[in-house]
């Protein structure tokens, strides 16, 4: 696929990222070869592949999740609003703000509730009280566990079931305003109600947010993103719109994969 020049891109405001013909090495060992797309503002890209195949590796090359494997190494380059996410002077911590992640296993801090949310915010400087608490109130609301949690929110949010955990830390990660939000399996370890309110609230977070999401659920990718790439061993076989990587793929690999003939 080809991804236009720095210079298009940068005037192009249909992107919000891109991937560059991205190489990533852990070691020896290449996991990514070459991988090149694109990520447009208010869409949901799902990254789908067989186990192993390196979504989730890609998934965290856009926010320098990666960096903190010291034998890893990146080639080729991942842009936000055209600017090198990899440059020397980019600000890690800020870049993270932009580009926030939701993991597969909520992973609430022993606190309460409000102090989950509020976490980002503190890290961040942001110390008004009346703002802190405006600002959880709205990403509480956003991530679709308010009412809830309302009367509760000096309790420890270790307390809250499996699902509300996940939409707890989805709030956290949107307290701080990301523009994008990575979410890696989201949905994997919770049951069929709290997966449906996950999937209902992406279809609301894709009006502010851009979201890349990996799922192995074939169902769900079909259901949550307009845009599906599939991954095989390290490479990027297809991208394309969902409907029609489900329906008409061009390739006999993405045909096997979605028909579950392989994976
Ligand atoms: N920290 C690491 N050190 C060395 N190799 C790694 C590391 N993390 C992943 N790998 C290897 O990189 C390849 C891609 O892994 P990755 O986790 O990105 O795949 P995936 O498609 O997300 O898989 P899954 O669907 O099982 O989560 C695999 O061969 C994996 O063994």
Not at 172 to 179: G, H, I, Q, S
Request: proline letters at 5%.
């Amino acid at each position: 696929m080809n991804v236009p020049a720095q210079s298009e891109e940068q005037m192009d405001p249909e992107y919000k990222m891109s991937s560059e013909n991205l190489d990533f090495y852990y070691g020896d060992f290449k996991a990514l070869h070459d991988v090149s797309m694109v990520f447009k503002p208010r869409e949901v890209t799902a990254l789908i592949g067989p186990s192993g195949c390196g979504k989730s590796t890609f998934l965290r090359c856009l926010n320098r999740m990666n960096d903190l494997i010291p034998i890893s190494r990146v080639d080729g380059r991942i842009t936000l609003d055209g600017d090198d996410i990899y440059a020397p002077a980019v600000d890690v911590v800020m870049l993270r703000r932009k580009v926030g992640m939701v993991f597969q296993k909520p992973n609430p801090f022993p606190k309460s509730i409000f102090d989950n949310v509020a976490y980002g915010l503190w890290v961040n400087g942001i110390k008004d009280k009346a703002f802190v608490q405006e600002r959880v109130e709205e990403s509480l609301k956003q991530a679709a566990i308010w009412d809830e949690v309302k009367d509760r929110l000096q309790d420890t949010a270790l307390g809250l079931s499996g699902g509300q955990q996940q939409r707890l830390c989805i709030a956290r990660a949107l307290a701080v305003k990301p523009e994008v939000v990575l979410m890696d399996e989201p949905a994997s370890a919770l049951d069929p109600i709290a997966t449906q309110k996950i999937e209902e609230l992406i279809h609301q977070l894709k009006e502010t947010y851009t979201i890349i999401i990996v799922t192995h659920n074939m169902q769900q990718a079909a259901r949550v993103s307009d845009v599906t790439a599939f991954f095989y061993i390290g490479k990027l076989v297809e991208v394309g719109d969902t409907d029609t990587i489900f329906t008409r793929p061009g390739k006999k690999q993405t045909e096997d994969y979605i028909t579950g003939r392989f994976g």
